[in-house]
């Protein structure tokens, strides 16, 4: 029996098949496999990229190299339900950097360290569901039928494209939404609009407090510059020592960067970065140095990578 036939005892629909049109058949299911293996091929050789360490050696738009942040330092747990289209996807940041998760809609998350994201593997149609614990910064695709709500615990935040950020701390301390672009509307999950207190639209450089105590919505000028990381910004840099980048991002982002290595400050970088926050120019840098970091409120640390980390090729990331 060819390799391609079913089994015995099972209606073999080829039957109805001349030998020659099985040969036909046979060949491009052949030509479809070999496309695959070459594809994939293709694709590992794509991702195996590391420049050298010590110096960075062309100006390289942000936006090409953003296409081999491929390293995840999270971890992502399909659980399974009745159906492959239901299944929950879920992405936990165990790491101490920020992870970065696009959704299907190309949406993205950035998830500060122990923050989780739960959702559909795929969106239903008149609506994006998220659930979030813990804090991270949301960009989201416009579709003006197409709404994006976010669960957080306490509250929910519906917008339809916009950035903002949402801190939903798993003690069940204050939780907060700030915007950065566009418009939000913030509720409280019970959905009780006694009053109209527990209903919100903030706008750019606003948020809201929501006190577990008090079970109302504050509305406040947003005045955290934890939040400037997420500013974006266009900074040009020729062959300067990492020292003097370091210096140049503190003052651009309001940060604290250090190096943990003092070799680390010896390599010098050469790159055109175009229209990026922090956390992107942050992906640069450990993806073409081999270094790494940590962060913790807004300081940060550069280290030597140490640990040889392996690529994630799972499409849902």
Avoid: C
């Avoid at 491009?28 to 794509?46: A, G, M």
């Avoid at 936990?92 to 994201?117: G, M």
């Avoid at 008149?126 to 979030?132: K, M």
């Avoid at 957080?152 to 950020?165: A, D, P, Q, R």
């Amino acid at each position: 029996m060819n390799w391609y036939q079913l089994s015995d005892s099972e209606p073999n629909p080829l039957d109805d098949l001349s030998a020659e049109q099985r040969t036909d058949l046979e060949q491009k299911i052949f030509l479809r496999i070999r496309r695959k293996i070459n594809n994939d091929e293709s694709r590992l050789k794509k991702i195996a990229f590391f420049p050298a360490v010590w110096y960075l050696s062309a100006s390289i738009a942000a936006i090409l190299l953003i296409g081999f942040m491929l390293i995840k330092p999270g971890i992502v747990d399909k659980t399974p339900s009745k159906t492959r289209l239901s299944a929950d996807i879920v992405v936990i940041n165990k790491s101490d950097r920020i992870l970065k998760h696009i959704f299907p809609d190309k949406s993205i998350a950035w998830l500060k360290p122990a923050a989780e994201l739960h959702y559909k593997r795929v969106f239903a149609r008149d609506v994006r569901n998220v659930s979030l614990k813990g804090e991270a910064f949301f960009e989201v695709t416009h579709h003006s039928n197409w709404p994006f709500i976010i669960n957080s615990g306490k509250l929910m935040i519906k917008v339809l494209g916009t950035s903002f950020n949402v801190k939903a701390p798993k003690n069940g301390a204050a939780s907060e939404v700030s915007v950065m672009t566009g418009k939000v509307l913030v509720y409280l999950a019970d959905n009780n609009k006694r009053a109209g207190q527990n209903k919100v639209f903030l706008l750019p450089k606003e948020k809201v407090v929501y006190k577990t105590n008090l079970k109302t919505l504050a509305k406040q000028p947003e005045d955290d510059d934890n939040l400037k990381m997420w500013d974006k910004s266009t900074l040009v840099f020729d062959n300067v020592p990492i020292a003097n980048v370091i210096k140049q991002l503190n003052q651009t982002f309001d940060i604290s960067i250090s190096v943990k290595d003092n070799e680390i400050s010896e390599y010098k970088l050469n790159a055109d970065l175009k229209n990026v926050n922090l956390a992107t120019i942050l992906e640069i840098l450990q993806t073409s140095l081999d270094i790494t970091y940590e962060i913790n409120d807004k300081k940060i640390i550069l280290k030597k990578n140490e640990t040889n980390q392996s690529f994630n090729l799972n499409p849902a990331l």
